[in-house]
């Protein structure tokens, strides 16, 4: 059997862990939290898995990481302990792959990566968005061949919206404030450049729920950009999908009233709080106006008794990655990106631990 380390069994290690034992991996989750460790196996247990647990630091307990001698590595911590995994990874030559949340972070670890030239790979931003959304986009291009535009949108949100932001925190709100202000990398007419976050607002329609604002925001595209200009691509973006209205008052939080991130985050927290009846959705348009093809995906994940639906989609999606980077299909190279995941497992995997994702491959 297969063998994979978790690094934080928190909300998303606990999803990843249940994933990858789904899809047949024996799994070492560690923590520093007892709790976490706690929680997580019972939750697993509701489905008759278990994992052995290691309590403690990560990197301090790399040397029985290495002798449980892992298939791959995941890092479910914040984004600031990455670097130092992923480096002991390399050094050990353990396939490695995190959950994002900093460009900065992530092109550290690819260019280490890189230079060691290990040919058992790192694969960061692998959570949602940038993540399974960024590999769907991918698998939408393959699917057509060509194409002169890729569009994400995606947007994790309350089932039953309350109050003027009508909106629900699913993670810490310094990622949300960190989308919110920075700067906005995107392809227009071929060429990376940037935009500023809130603006270029579209309306999208999801049945069910009427017409959603969409809007500019940081970090979704990850290196997704790179392989679409390499493509010859000429219009590519990430959007973040809210209710209407959200994207005027955050502008004016943030914009005119100048909040930083402790003011910005005690605010949203007063406002909306932190939710588990959540819904994620999902669109993404890829299209060639040169031919006429296009491919595209509209969904609409939901929560469920035991996951929410950021649980289901990032640790979910995660979980399906992992365990492709795990089986050693993507071998070979010192860094792996969402191009290199094969469609077929991918698929696979994602309709054996998503199903509600319907991911149409022509």
């Not at 595209?221 to 200009?229: E, F, G, K, N, S």
């Not at 950021?310 to 980077?325: E, H, P, R, W, Y």
């Not at 469609?343 to 991911?359: A, D, H, K, Q």
Request: aromatic content about 8%.
């Amino acid at each position: 059997m297969k063998k994979a380390v978790i690094a934080g069994m928190g909300i998303q290690g606990a999803a990843i862990a249940y994933g990858l034992q789904k899809l047949g991996y024996e799994v070492l989750g560690i923590d520093i939290s007892e709790e976490n460790l706690r929680n997580a196996s019972d939750i697993l247990s509701r489905f008759g898995y278990t994992f052995t647990r290691l309590h403690g630091d990560a990197l301090k307990l790399f040397d029985k990481i290495v002798e449980y001698a892992p298939d791959v590595f995941i890092s479910a911590l914040p984004f600031h302990l990455n670097y130092d995994l992923a480096e002991k990874c390399i050094e050990n030559g353990i396939r490695y792959c995190d959950l994002g949340g900093n460009v900065g972070t992530a092109e550290n670890i690819r260019t280490s990566a890189s230079k060691h030239g290990s040919d058992k790979p790192v694969m960061t931003d692998q959570g949602l968005a940038p993540g399974i959304a960024n590999i769907i986009a991918d698998i939408g291009y393959r699917s057509i061949g060509s194409a002169d535009s890729v569009k994400i949108r995606v947007g994790g949100l309350p089932v039953d919206p309350k109050g003027t932001l009508k909106y629900g925190l699913t993670f810490n709100p310094q990622g949300l404030y960190n989308e919110y202000i920075d700067t906005c990398f995107v392809l227009r007419d071929g060429e990376k450049t940037t935009v500023e976050p809130l603006g270029d607002v579209e309306i999208i329609n999801f049945d069910g729920l009427g017409d959603m604002e969409a809007f500019n925001t940081s970090g979704g595209i990850a290196d997704l950009l790179d392989t679409m200009q390499a493509k010859g691509v000429k219009e590519c973006d990430y959007k973040t999908i809210r209710f209407p209205g959200h994207v005027g008052l955050i502008r004016f939080m943030l914009f005119e009233c100048k909040m930083d991130l402790v003011t910005f985050s005690n605010t949203v927290i007063n406002a909306c709080g932190f939710i588990n009846n959540d819904q994620v959705l999902i669109y993404i348009d890829v299209s060639d106006a040169g031919s006429g093809k296009s491919w595209r995906l509209k969904s609409i994940v939901k929560h469920d008794e035991t996951f929410t639906a950021m649980q289901k989609t990032t640790g979910f999606g995660a979980a399906a990655v992992a365990a492709i980077l795990g089986d050693g299909v993507m071998d070979g190279k010192p860094v792996a990106g969402y191009a290199d995941v094969p469609t077929v497992e991918f698929v696979w995997n994602m309709r054996e631990l998503l199903p509600e994702l319907e991911i149409v491959v022509h």
